[in-house]
């Protein structure tokens, strides 16, 4: 079992960056893959990023690669998603994800943060 708490979230000008961090609970972090979905009002739940548990495995979406990177420490049982030259269609609620296997589809995902707000001003 593993629990996860996102912060690094808020309100930004386009072209400005945020770092999102997540922070897991349990021993058996370095085991999983983790990812970065986000959500818009009204909208579906979206693959962001998403990295295997040594991390020399990513994924990005289309429209977020050259721009955002994924990373994460396992000493820290933590993963970081670096956003640079944000857009305002970047603004949503980004959640961290715990699953098997690093994956685009939220399904193979079996634990989830509460998520963190992310607001970009154009």
């Known amino acids: 079992q593993v629990q996860l708490v996102e912060s690094g979230g808020g309100l930004v000008q386009a072209g400005g960056s945020l770092r999102l961090s997540c922070a897991a609970s349990g021993r058996t972090f370095s085991s999983y893959g983790m990812g970065w979905f986000r959500q818009a009002p009204g909208q579906e739940r979206e693959f962001v990023a998403a990295?295997?548990?040594?991390?020399?495995?990513?994924l990005y979406a289309d429209s977020v690669k050259g721009r955002f990177t994924i990373s994460r420490d396992n000493a820290k049982n933590t993963v970081l998603l670096q956003m640079n030259s944000l857009k305002f269609e970047d603004t949503a609620v980004y959640y961290c994800a715990a699953g098997s296997w690093p994956h685009t589809d939220s399904r193979w995902y079996e634990h989830w943060g509460q998520g963190t707000q992310v607001t970009v001003s154009s």
């Open positions: 990295i295997n548990w040594n991390g020399d495995n990513t």
